[in-house]
């Protein structure tokens, strides 16, 4: 079976909300900052909420930022709860809020282009996530291995929403390569689809799947 290695970018871990910490959902994103004049502007709101940005990647007039949420207001040092990938399109004042992406570990982006699909125009991002991931065996115990996943999110930009699908994954354990799956991704007008041989995915990798595509 063939390895897929997505670089080590930058360490993340979900963690608990507590006392006064402040998370970013995709909801509280929406309505505190769903559009802006400016990046410039876009920062000002950001900030307002003790956020910080940093532009990943810019798609035509798009553009792709991480937001970092710091897990005290009154701390200074660097944020310890996970980034969020936000994609903000040209459309309102300036930039609206396109599209959001949570990922659950350290991420790389690997692609992102423009996509027409239904005469709408939108975008596609693939972007990499690695994460610790633990299976739990028959006596109650537990082996501790690392999780590698390809995501293929597709955003029309009309809300926050994006098509989310895994079209390969990994999972690693004391160097070797457990459990994997590399599938093939179709598109038609309406229906994500990824193909593939399943045999080595469970249990700690999904299979082929199909979703339908939130596209107008």
């Known amino acids: 079976m063939s390895r897929w290695i997505v670089p080590l970018a930058i360490a ?17 994103l929406t309505f505190t900052c769903p559009s802006a004049k400016s990046l410039d502007a876009l920062a000002s709101c950001l900030k307002q909420h003790s956020w910080t940005y940093k532009l990943v990647r810019s798609v035509e007039r798009a553009k792709l930022i991480e937001i970092n949420a710091p897990s005290d207001p009154f701390d ?5 709860v996970p980034p969020n990938l936000a994609l903000y399109v040209p459309g309102g004042p300036g930039l609206t809020l396109g599209g959001l992406f949570e990922p659950d570990g350290a991420y790389e982006v690997f692609d992102a282009q423009p996509v027409t699909i239904n005469h709408t125009h939108g975008f596609r991002l693939d972007v ?23 995501h293929a999110l597709f955003c029309a930009g009309t809300d ?11 999972w690693i354990s004391d160097g070797h390569e457990v459990y994997g ?10 229906t994500v689809r990824v193909t593939g041989d399943a045999r080595f995915a469970s ?8 979703e ?3 596209w107008p």
């Open 12 to 28: 993340i871990a979900f963690a608990v909300p507590a006392r006064g910490e402040i998370v970013i959902r995709g909801p509280q």
């Open 76 to 80: 200074l040092s660097p944020p310890s």
């Open 128 to 150: 990499g996530v690695t994460r610790q991931a633990a299976m739990s065996l028959a006596d109650g115990s537990s082996i501790l291995g690392v999780q590698r996943t390809m």
């Open 160 to 170: 926050y929403e994006c098509t989310d699908v895994v079209t390969a994954c990994d």
């Open 181 to 190: 799956f590399h599938g093939e991704l179709t598109l038609d007008q309406r």
């Open 203 to 210: 249990p700690l990798c999904n299979g082929p799947i199909e």
């Open 212 to 214: 339908p595509l939130a």
